[in-house]
T-cell receptor, first 116, second 112 residues
Framework: DTGVSQNPRHKITKRGQNVTFRCDPISEHNRLYWYRQTLGQGPEFLTYFQNEAQLEKSRLLSDRFSAERPKGSFSTLEIQRTEQGDSAMYLC??????????????FGSGTQLSVL | DAKTTQPPSMDCAEGRAANLPCNHSTISGNEYVYWYRQIHSQGPQYIIHGLKNNETNEMASLIITEDRKSSTLILPHATLRDTAVYYCIVRVDGTSYDKVIFGPGTSLSVIP
């Protein structure tokens, strides 16, 4: 168990540029979540996958945001035409869910995005 | 999912018990109480969860009132490494986390 890995840890970009983040979940975890967190606030849900299927998207996820999880393993979150308001920590979490178990999330250390 | 209310910050002396309260007065009968914590520059970490009975594990104890409208997370002997933001959330077992609200949590400072 190597934990949830996120890359890069930090990303600085200019407004209008596209950025892509990667998340490698714990091996064999079937759910993967993306969250956004700003200073002083708790994580805000963006979207989640069950295996390769994207099952839910938050209203926070504008059409500039897209997430994929090909083959149900790693996931990418892309932000197109970044805006200064996109500056935040982007967290990924994974979990193993079967039957009606009490789901526990395992978070990565996040990618800190700064849009100049 | 029901919403929770926590004090924004608390202090605790090193070696003493830290008691972190959480109010969840609108909790439903099938909603569990979960606690996570987030140490600076890291993602949140699961601590403990419970439905209505008190729970204890190697990290903490969870005390849920009989009416289930509030709970307390207890760190029995706080250390400096327990300094973190603690989140109390409620969720229905068997559902995903998409409806779960992580509020701002309680920022616990353990003081030497």
């Amino acid at each position: 168990d190597t934990g949830v890995s996120q890359n890069p840890r930090h990303k600085i970009t200019k407004r209008g540029q596209n950025v892509t983040f990667r998340c490698d979940p714990i091996s064999e975890h079937n759910r993967l979540y993306w969250y956004r967190q700003t200073l002083g606030q708790g994580p805000e849900f963006l979207t989640y996958f069950q295996n390769e299927a994207q099952l839910e998207k938050s209203r926070l996820l504008s059409d500039r945001f897209s997430a994929e999880r090909p083959k149900g393993s790693f996931s990418t979150l892309e932000i197109q035409r970044t805006e200064q308001g996109d500056s935040a920590m982007y967290l990924c979490a994974s979990s193993l869910v079967f039957a009606s178990t009490n789901e526990k999330l395992f978070f990565g250390s996040g990618t800190q995005l700064s849009v100049l | 999912d029901a919403k929770t209310t926590q004090p924004p910050s608390m202090d605790c002396a090193e070696g003493r018990a830290a008691n972190l309260p959480c109010n969840h007065s609108t909790i439903s009968g099938n909603e569990y109480v979960y606690w996570y914590r987030q140490i600076h520059s890291q993602g949140p970490q699961y601590i403990i969860h419970g439905l209505k009975n008190n729970e204890t594990n190697e990290m903490a104890s969870l005390i849920i009132t009989e009416d289930r409208k509030s709970s307390t997370l207890i760190l029995p002997h706080a250390t400096l490494r327990d300094t973190a933001v603690y989140y109390c959330i409620v969720r229905v077992d068997g559902t995903s986390y998409d409806k779960v609200i992580f509020g701002p949590g309680t920022s616990l400072s353990v003081i030497p």
